[in-house]
């Protein structure tokens, strides 16, 4: 089923032109190889490009290559990525790099079939990888592209359908040119990201295809894409406590799979627990609370879940010696914290 018609015009060179012109200086556009746009479209997946981008320098000069991440560590990558979310995208990086080393002379196919048989890449990022670090014409279509589209076309279908992201990749094949595929491409996210922005907010005064734009034309832009709701964030109540000894807070890994797998978090339990309940916790924990204080309360909120935290920080004395510990440089510089726990990293790097 169609569900996106080809817009009239020469919408690819308007917007290849248009990027030319106004790409905003990225540090992974600075030198484009198939490794870097690899890394950095794995970073951008669900996180802002100003946040990505430290990151992405830090994992770029750590490991420069693709042999160097195959080696990695999975603690060190897990320190790289610490604050960026959605740890299992490294992971998946780390197979996929043993799989180039192993299968593939340790280089990024081009062709889109096969980078989407390799751990991690979807859609999207083979497409991105083939279009961008090769000029291979392949459609990449995210959420900026399907909503750019979606206006351009006045489309209302419901973008969370596989059948329309599908239908909107062969409407964006249609596009590329057969010139400055990779320039193309990126002029759509770019579109996307800076002009043609979520809401009634986009400016379409700046845009360089409003003249072939039918949302702008019947002023239905604000309303696109239509996407079917989501369900609803489940909300989970949880207690965290800093348990500290001499300057030393005791940590505790997370389980190998599921939420945050792997990562290292201050000792935490379901539930709103009191000073009281805490203090036992605690003892359970092989710790024996001497002073208790509540700490602000934290909300952090995943795709899925939110989570509504309530802390104590407590001195006291541990009372095993195999539990794992450690000062605020050690939390700093060996043990990935996710940022859920931001708000207690940082009482715990400053008290
Ligand atoms: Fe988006 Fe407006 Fe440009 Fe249409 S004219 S593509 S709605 S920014």
């Known amino acids: 089923m169609d569900f996106f018609t080809v817009p009239c ?31 950095s479209e794995i970073m951008l997946q669900q996180t802002r490009v100003e946040a990505v981008k430290p990151y992405f320098e830090r994992f770029i000069n750590a490991l420069p ?50 980078l989407r048989s390799l751990p991690g890449i979807g859609s ?19 959420g900026n592209v399907l909503r750019v589209l979606a206006r351009l076309c006045d489309c209302n279908a419901d973008i ?59 002023g239905t832009a604000a309303v696109l894409p239509f996407h079917s709701d989501k369900p609803p964030r489940k909300k989970e109540e949880k207690t965290v406590l800093l348990l500290r000894d001499n300057g030393r807070y005791m940590l505790h890994k997370r389980p190998d799979k599921g939420l945050l797998a792997g990562l290292w978090e201050f000792p935490n339990m379901a539930g709103r627990l009191n000073e009281a309940e805490a203090a036992e916790a605690a003892r359970k924990l092989h710790f024996e609370p001497l002073q208790v204080r509540a700490l602000p309360a934290a909300v952090h909120i995943f795709t899925h879940k939110e989570w509504h935290m309530t802390a104590y920080l407590m001195d006291g004395a541990f009372e095993k010696d195999d539990l794992v510990t450690a000062d605020a440089a050690e939390i700093k510089s060996v043990y990935a914290l996710p940022s859920a726990f931001a708000v207690y990293r940082a009482i715990a790097l400053n008290e």
């Open 124 to 142: 999207y990022t083979a497409g991105a990888i083939a279009a961008i670090a090769y000029g291979v014409p392949a459609p990449a279509v995210d």
């Open 65 to 114: 290559d693709v042999y160097a991440l195959a080696a990695a560590e999975d603690a060190f990558l897990h320190k790289l990525w610490e604050g960026l979310g959605y740890y299992s995208r490294v992971r998946n990086m780390k197979k996929c790099a043993g799989r180039l080393v192993s299968e593939f002379g340790g280089i990024l196919p081009q062709d889109p079939a096969v």
């Open 160 to 218: 969370a359908q596989t059948a329309v992201k599908r239908d909107a990749e062969k409407c964006i094949a249609q596009l590329i040119p057969e010139h400055d595929v990779s320039a193309f491409t990126q002029s759509l996210f770019e579109l996307g990201a800076t002009v043609c922005i979520p809401g009634g907010d986009c400016k379409c005064e700046k845009c360089p295809v409003a003249a072939y734009c039918l949302a702008k034309q019947h």
């Open 9 to 39: 015009g020469d919408v690819a060179a308007a917007l290849t032109e248009w990027y030319k012109q106004n790409a905003r200086d990225l540090p992974w556009r600075k030198e484009v190889t198939p490794y870097r746009v690899w890394v």
